[in-house]
């Protein structure tokens, strides 16, 4: 008998899994077509038309901008692998592309993702692409495409990692930059769904320290949810509201900046947004800030300012608006489904976030 | 003295490092940068404009289709980080992308990438980056934007993964899917630069069952180069080449099928461009098989066949295209520099790739 030459199985690759979960994960990313998606699955790239035929695409652009984010759920991919639930962490990716993106005003058209991970293991990539889907479908977007590369060396057994890709258009007189933020213009602030997507490092540190358990229902934290579920909630996808909103104002410009509150917290997000002359003071007291990030702070021994700098500590997303349109903002959102605060208002500055 | 709260630093990231790196990456991506490239470095999002401005964009789109894909470059960024040299697997990240998108005719517009690693060391994140302009400058795009993340419980001390997204754009009436090609056709083959992006797990499973040393020059593999640095060659980039070879046909559509030959060598991958009643007739004496191919199959002692299956074998680049035109597409490419094979000819089949 011959002797067997060295294969791509024995080093670790399964081919044939790969295309097993190809199959398993075909359906989740159709459930997220609309008639713009061209081509069939397996093709070398995804192909979304752009075009002008009324019927498909309502919304006529005259100087279309396309705007294009990338992002990651960082280590909350961690906090999924412990709790052996893996189709929730597809919608925060989404959730920290889309969010972005319409910050500047843009409508998401289409999404990609990248999984890579020590083994393909079928039912894990087709719960991931699952939770992929749902988020894309509640940002109004396709899933058009997506690779997952079988990494045994670079991943530890069982652990993956997530990179996520959201590319949306803009009419170029309606981009939203900040460079219109001025003095009396009302901060308002959309709640958070949890922790969201940022922070789970330190989150990880602070259950390990203080011998939390993930499997547990700490009444101070959640009557019915574990601590686990509660921190796994998945981040909340503002796109469907905020759009709406903005295109109802179909002349007047009234939000002038906007925010997504990530890594950073309102801090090192809200003065995204702010121009060079002006501050965005916040009072502290304005909004309920939700039992998990006192219930963080408080068993991790965690400074109010290192909470501020990591945690969207209850708001998730921000709006700057005139004045005169902050109680019909406000209303609109509050009628799409948002829980909505007034932060606090824009005062001469130097481009920072106080509080006051 | 009170006692001092947990902060992020103490679980491992470093945010200050960050805005270092992002300082020394600004200056990479500003290099791919055109006049289609809107906004300032740190917004949420990248803008980049598909307007029809005839000064900032030649090529008008009467129905554009966008077209976009995901991929990483597997383990060779292991190769890249036991060499210690990281500034060129970032254009194998574009390349692999770009290369795909050009087989459906689409002119790629702007790129954006994902670093997951330990720790983000600014001169190592710089030198992937770096290598990522390189790789848009070369296939003419904008490296419109990308995230970096810091995951030091996800990734092995000094390791990391990267995934690119690309998005171009192609006239719907020019979508090449495939589903012209014909009995007759020709294929040609454009040489790969070596074993570009593909099947690196495999190799580094030879490289450690031979004993083989990356620092070493093998005489019947390259006379200069070590192993190591013949293995870090990048992926070449055909997107020039091919999109000037199609434009210069303005009416007649000569190409009819084209394939990126990637994981799955010629064999999986000319296949996905073959309609169910054709095959494609390749003769192994058509192309140089480079000697980096013959090393690995004989050092790791790996069978035709599975050789065939995991790596491209010199071939990077497939297309299929009218007899008639055959001579002229290949003088063409070859004037722009690319190194041309006739491997052999559609036959009447069941969409596979058949030796002979």
Redesign the interface.
Known sequence: MA?K????A????D?EAGDRMVDLIKRHMQRSYGPRV??KH??????????YNERLFKRNYT??????????V??K??MAIEMGVHDTVGQDLVAMNVN??I??G?EP??F???I?TSKCDPKWMADIVKGVADGCQLAGCAL????T?E??????DG?Y?L?G??????E?KK?I?GTRVERGDVILGLASSGVHSN?Y??V???VT?AKLKLDTVYPELDTDRTLGRVLLEPTRIYVKPVMQMLRSYKVKKVVSGM??ITG?GIVGNLN?ALPDDCNAKISRDAWDVPPVFDFLATR????QD?MD??FNCGIGYTLIVRPDFAESVKRQLEKAGETIYTLGKVTAGSGKVTWG
Chains 1, 2 share one sequence.
Do not use: W
């Not at 397996?42 to 075009?51: E, K, P, T, V, Y």
């Not at 990494?151 to 530890?156: K, L, Q, S």
């Not at 890709?165 to 803009?170: D, I, Q």
């Not at 991790?300 to 400074?303: K, L, Q, S, T």
């Open positions: 002797k030459g060295m294969t791509y024995d080093a670790g690759v081919i061209l081509g397996g093709a070398f790239a995804g192909m979304f038309r752009l075009d100087d279309p901008v396309l705007v294009s984010c990338a992002d990651g960082g280590t991919v961690l972005d993106m910050v500047q843009a058209l289409f990609l993702d990248y890579g058009l495409g997506g690779e590369a990494m045994p060396d670079v991943y530890g652990e990692d990179a890709f959201a590319v949306g258009v803009v170029l981009i930059d922070g490092t330190l990880r540190r602070i320290a925010a997504h950073g995204r991790g021994n965690v400074d290192e700098r990591v």
